[in-house]
């Protein structure tokens, strides 16, 4: 039942980027330009992103376990410390060059798209990269 939910949860979330222009990079690099030529359609995307996982987050957070039987897991975590500043620079410079990010690229992928083939091969490097660097050590 849980990977029933899981396929129908990513699938709309995959349409919902597809709708939304999310998978789009031209669109997501013109939303970050700033400077240029910006577009802000994406930021009522964003906008309406919020709006409706807040009521969904609130909820969570009052519950143990969701709807699917599995334990409810929200991040803890209240420190910025700098591997969170760090991630966030390295997660902000991929998105701003590629136009992706780890979703809207698998979307993306299941399209077809080189481009994203390219991103999701270099984030796949970078998560195993993390996990080795991050990895416990065993006392010698």
Do not use: E
Request: glycine share 12%; with cysteine; hydrophobic share 60%.
């Amino acid at each position: 039942m849980q990977a029933l939910i899981a396929l129908v949860a990513g699938l709309l979330f995959g349409i919902g980027l597809l709708m939304s222009g999310m998978a789009n990079p031209t669109k997501v690099v013109g939303f970050l330009d700033l400077a240029g030529n910006w577009d802000p359609s994406l930021a009522l995307v964003m906008a309406g992103a919020i709006g409706a996982a807040l009521p969904a987050f609130t909820l969570a957070k009052a519950r143990r376990q969701c709807w699917a039987g599995c334990d409810v897991a929200l991040p803890t975590a209240t420190r910025i410390d700098a591997p969170l500043l760090l991630g966030s620079l390295a997660f902000g410079v991929g998105w701003g060059l590629a136009g992706y990010c780890p979703g809207p690229a698998l979307v993306s992928l299941t399209m077809g798209s080189m481009t994203a083939v390219v991103f999701v091969a270099a984030m796949i490097a970078g998560m195993a990269i993390h996990a080795l660097l991050t990895r416990p050590r065993s006392p010698a």
